[in-house]
């Protein structure tokens, strides 16, 4: 527990020294104006709570957490293993991850609410979403320990359905960040061969395409030969036959002459990397099915990393490859909502962000370079992004981030890990939702004539 309140004071140093100026009320802190400055330290306290949430998944805080109140102990205060399942200490970890990510929830829902309708900087409220980095520290550590202290009774199994709501609604946002990136990398390639006349931009988008195409069959392959078994798992033949079907129907309908005509820039290349996202979600669902059987990665590692089989005798371990992979698609996205607004107009309203216009960025960045030091605020005549909805995509995120880590399983009423199929058709409708989605960003056109998709 020291060595997390020692990284969340390296966290506040780190904070003040990101300028010059000081805060209204303290000298120690810059007044950071720049709106993508302040983006960026919003989610260096989100990162902070998942770099937490790791250490105390660790065996050696384990110790410490015997402490907090609603540690299972019964009597005299032994720990119980009920119904031949788990002993309770293996909870503690997931527990304190489930709070810890309530605390960054709360945090950034309070600033959701506050920040509703600011329109520009000379909003009051404005000045507290750019500066004050030190008592929005002090608030959210005195949040983060508060949590720790919520007695356990139904917290667990309530907070896993936000937790499973959230986690469904930020998967999407995953899905519009990575058909923008898709449709940006393809408009810009093929604007490069335009502009250079060379073919090498040609080939790069076929390489890229046809390396995501062979990553997506790979995967089809890997997903039946270890998520199926003849004559069992026919639930996940299903998922991973219908997805491929989709799939498939998506990149025909992408080179279909009408929807080339209609959006001259569609092509494979997103479709490519839609398949391959796809395949990467519906090995994510396949990866919480409730069946040994048909999962090789079902909860049984404990403690101090040692294997405590269950009644039924499978081994898994806590760091499995889909929560690996999945927090690194999380860190990515996060980032990409925090670092870039989009080449399209259709995703900056979706994503309430705003991009700057050329002539006005370099003008700023000259006065950036004589302001003493200070980020130069560039949103005196209006917000670049909206601050109520990042915060709230800083909701979905420690949401999803708290399902990530703790691999879906829900702490079930007799004190054992329940891996549930709401977690696998949670994903799989994700997957499903973006498949149709990006099929709607290619018939819109045809559909409304009349509206601009360019």
């Known amino acids: 527990m020291g060595a997390c309140l020692g990284a969340c004071s390296l966290l506040s140093c780190a904070s003040c020294l990101c300028g010059s100026a000081p805060c209204i009320l303290c000298t120690c802190c810059p007044c950071s104006h720049n709106s993508t400055l302040s983006r960026l330290i919003f989610t260096a306290f989100l ?13 050696s805080v384990e110790s410490q957490l015997y402490k907090l109140p609603w540690v299972c102990e019964e009597g005299t205060g032994s720990t119980v293993i009920l119904q031949g399942h788990i002993d309770c200490s293996s909870l503690l970890g ?5 709070r810890m990510c309530f605390a960054m929830a709360a945090f950034f829902f309070f600033f959701t609410l506050f920040m509703i309708c600011v329109r520009s900087s000379r909003d009051p409220r404005a000045a507290i979403q750019n500066g004050f ?29 936000f937790g499973v709501v959230g986690s469904f609604v930020f998967l999407l946002i995953q899905l519009v960040l990575l058909i923008d990136f898709a449709h940006s990398w393809n408009q810009r390639w093929l604007g490069k061969a335009e502009e250079c006349d060379s073919r090498a ?33 026919y639930e996940g033949k ?30 494979l290349l997103q479709a490519s990397v839609i398949t391959l996202y796809t395949m990467f979600v519906t090995w994510l669902a396949l990866s919480n099915v409730p069946d040994q059987k048909c999962n090789p990665h079902l909860l049984t590692h404990f403690g101090n990393w040692t294997v405590l089989a269950g009644h039924e005798g499978y081994e898994t371990q806590w760091w499995d490859a889909p929560s690996i992979v999945g927090l690194t698609v999380f860190v990515l996205c996060t980032l990409f909502i925090s670092l870039r607004s989009s080449d399209h107009r259709q ?30 605020d560039n949103e005196q005549d209006g917000v670049t992004y909206s601050y109520s909805f990042f915060h ?24 054992k890990m329940i891996s549930t199929w709401t977690a696998v058709w949670v994903k799989i409708c994700a997957s499903w939702a973006g498949l149709l989605l990006y099929l709607w960003t290619l018939v819109a056109p045809l559909i409304m004539p009349n509206r601009d998709f360019s």
């Open 47 to 59: 990162f902070l709570g998942v770099l937490v949430s790791v250490i105390m998944l660790s065996p």
């Open 201 to 233: 931009w040609y080939a790069g988008l076929f390489f890229f395409t046809l390396l995501f195409y062979a990553l997506s069959i790979t995967a089809v392959a890997l997903l039946f030969v270890y998520y199926t078994q003849p004559g069992a798992c």
């Open 392 to 415: 709230f995509c800083l909701v979905l995120a420690s949401l999803h981030v708290m399902m990530t880590l703790t691999n879906w399983y829900r702490p079930g009423e007799t004190r």
């Open 133 to 161: 980095w030190f008592f929005k520290f002090l608030i959210f550590v005195a949040i983060t320990v508060g949590a720790f202290y919520i007695p356990d009774g139904s917290f667990s199994n309530i907070w896993f359905y």
């Open 94 to 98: 997931h527990r304190a991850v489930y």
């Open 238 to 267: 299903a998922f991973i036959g219908l997805n491929l079907v989709l799939c498939v129907c998506v990149s025909i309908v992408a080179i279909l002459p009408k929807i080339q005509e209609a959006q001259p820039n569609s092509g």
């Open 347 to 376: 995703v900056n309203s979706l994503m309430q962000t705003e991009e700057c216009p050329p002539v006005l960025e370099a003008t700023q960045q000259q006065q950036v370079t004589v302001s003493d030091g200070r980020a130069f």
